[in-house]
Nanobody, 126 residues
């Protein structure tokens, strides 16, 4: 499956952005755990959020819980990440990823996801 993320940009602290990730293949999209990761310069690629079972289950990193919301539109084969209350430390390149199946506890390491899209830059100014 191919993934394409978009929606990044420059926003002031406290602002909001919504990222989108479109999948190319319906069968894989419907049967996969989808995730958002982010990578700031000099840092590892960190887990942000995951969506499983066609949006019925979600999981968030502690650093974004309560501010970010991940969701799915199955008809559009699109995953979203609504980011509210953005902070300068949220600045990073954001990636969407997928792995087939639903495994719990959620897989939080980037090397556990075989499918990736190109990233989209999110910059939060103070």
């Amino acid at each position: 499956v191919q993934l394409q993320a978009s929606g990044g940009g420059l926003v002031q602290a406290g602002g909001s952005l919504r990222l989108s990730c479109v999948a190319s293949e319906e069968r894989t999209f419907m049967s996969s755990t989808l995730a958002w990761f982010r990578q700031a310069p000099g840092n590892e690629r960190d887990f942000v959020a995951a969506v499983a079972e066609n949006g019925r289950r979600t999981y968030y990193a502690a650093s974004v819980k309560g501010r970010f919301t991940a969701s799915i539109d199955n008809a559009k084969m699109t995953m979203y990440l609504q980011m509210n209350g953005l902070k300068p430390e949220d600045t990073a390149v954001y990636y969407c990823a997928a792995r087939e199946g639903f495994a719990y506890p959620y897989r939080l390491q980037s090397n556990q996801y075989p499918y990736w899209g190109p990233g989209t830059q999110v910059t939060v100014s103070s």
